[in-house]
């Protein structure tokens, strides 16, 4: 496989160039998910089950393809539908959402085909703005190396009053995968300011990841490009292991290839509280 999100696209006026994908590896149609989560509190010298509680299997994503070509893609967790707009050269240039709110999102590339920049607005129905995100990306080597966030959003509770965030975003690579990630994001809000430092080390299997490259959402603040339940779709394979630098650990197994079952635990600990979340994902292609 190619470095990370650079592989053979559509061409135009045979000008072949490669360029960074912005489709998932394999045709992924339907993913579903079943969850449950455990509380526990320190009694004297053991872990006692405070809540828990099963979730029933639900669809959780819906993907819609022509061809070999994504053109939707339903989040029904969050009852959001998005729709997609290709350039010549068959890379996404503009995403839709549906979702109660007018949300839409414009990827530029730059002259070497890389995505450059993501400008992203939401307004109410009536056509107010109220979050503006500006997302500007650094290449070394055909992978990421940074992404520098600035972004608005109108404090709907307090009138006249706004939320603003400035960070940064670095990653480090080891054979086509994200080792670690770091950030540094300043948040204002109103007179209020705080300032959030964090890493993530990433471990990882051997296992193709068939979500790879699907590079048409981001979210700089959780550290990867398009969070799909925490498969991060900047690299090639499928993490085992992500340890952020506070306290939680998140564990990860397949089964099928491509996968067909991804189960995910995530554990929040400190000395009097624990928090376990399970994650039994199934992918249907």
Same mark, same amino acid.
């Given at each position: 496989?190619?470095?990370?999100?650079?592989?053979?696209?559509?061409?135009?006026?045979?000008?072949?160039?490669?360029?960074?994908?912005?489709?998932?590896?394999?045709?992924?149609?339907?993913?579903? #998910?079943? $969850?449950?989560? /455990?509380? !526990?509190?320190?009694? %004297? *010298? =053991?872990?006692?089950?405070?809540?828990?509680? +099963?979730?029933?299997?639900?669809?959780?994503?819906?993907?819609?393809?022509?061809?070999?070509?994504?053109?939707?893609?339903?989040?029904?967790?969050?009852?959001?539908?998005?729709?997609?707009?290709?350039?010549?050269?068959?890379?996404?240039?503009?995403?839709?959402?549906?979702?109660?709110?007018?949300?839409?999102?414009?990827?530029?590339?730059?002259?070497?085909?890389?995505?450059?920049?993501?400008?992203?607005?939401?307004?109410?129905?009536?056509?107010?703005?109220?979050?503006?995100?500006?997302?500007?990306?650094?290449?070394?080597?055909?992978?990421?190396?940074?992404?520098? #966030?600035? $972004?608005?959003? /109108?404090? !709907?509770?307090?009138? %006249? *009053? =706004?939320?603003?965030?400035?960070?940064?975003? +670095?990653?480090?690579?080891?054979?086509?995968?994200?080792?670690?990630?770091?950030?540094?994001?300043?948040?204002?809000?109103?007179?209020?300011?705080?300032?959030?430092?964090?890493?993530?080390?990433?471990?990882?299997?051997?296992?193709?990841?068939?979500?790879?490259?699907?590079?048409?959402?981001?979210?700089?603040?959780?550290?990867?490009?398009?969070?799909?339940?925490?498969?991060?779709?900047?690299?090639?394979?499928?993490?085992?292991?992500?340890?952020?630098?506070?306290?939680?650990?998140?564990?990860?197994?397949?089964?099928?290839?491509?996968?067909?079952?991804?189960?995910?635990?995530?554990?929040?600990?400190?000395?009097?509280?624990?928090?376990?979340?399970?994650?039994?994902?199934?992918?249907?292609?």
């Amino acid at each position: 496989m190619a470095a990370a999100l650079v592989m053979a696209a559509c061409t135009k006026d045979d000008d072949r160039k490669d360029y960074p994908s912005t489709q998932p590896d394999q045709k992924v149609t339907n993913v579903y #998910e079943t $969850s449950s989560i /455990k509380t !526990e509190i320190f009694v %004297g *010298k =053991e872990w006692k089950t405070q809540k828990q509680q +099963t979730n029933a299997r639900i669809l959780k994503h819906e993907f819609f393809w022509e061809g070999n070509r994504l053109e939707g893609l339903d989040n029904h967790d969050r009852d959001f539908s998005y729709s997609f707009e290709y350039d010549d050269f068959g890379r996404i240039y503009r995403v839709i959402c549906d979702g109660g709110r007018d949300f839409s999102r414009v990827l530029t590339y730059d002259d070497k085909g890389m995505l450059a920049h993501s400008e992203g607005t939401i307004k109410t129905g009536d056509a107010q703005l109220i979050s503006r995100e500006s997302l500007d990306f650094t290449w070394e080597n055909g992978l990421l190396k940074t992404i520098e #966030e600035d $972004s608005w959003t /109108k404090n !709907e509770v307090e009138e %006249g *009053k =706004e939320i603003t965030r400035k960070g940064t975003r +670095t990653y480090t690579w080891e054979g086509g995968n994200v080792v670690k990630t770091s950030r540094h994001i300043v948040t204002k809000d109103g007179d209020k300011e705080s300032v959030d430092d964090c890493e993530y080390d990433i471990e990882y299997t051997n296992i193709d990841n068939p979500l790879h490259g699907f590079i048409f959402l981001i979210h700089p603040y959780t550290g990867i490009i398009f969070d799909f339940e925490g498969i991060d779709c900047l690299s090639k394979n499928l993490p085992s292991h992500i340890t952020p630098s506070k306290d939680r650990v998140y564990d990860f197994s397949y089964s099928g290839s491509p996968i067909t079952n991804v189960k995910k635990t995530l554990v929040a600990e400190t000395p009097v509280l624990r928090l376990s979340l399970d994650y039994d994902l199934d992918f249907e292609y």
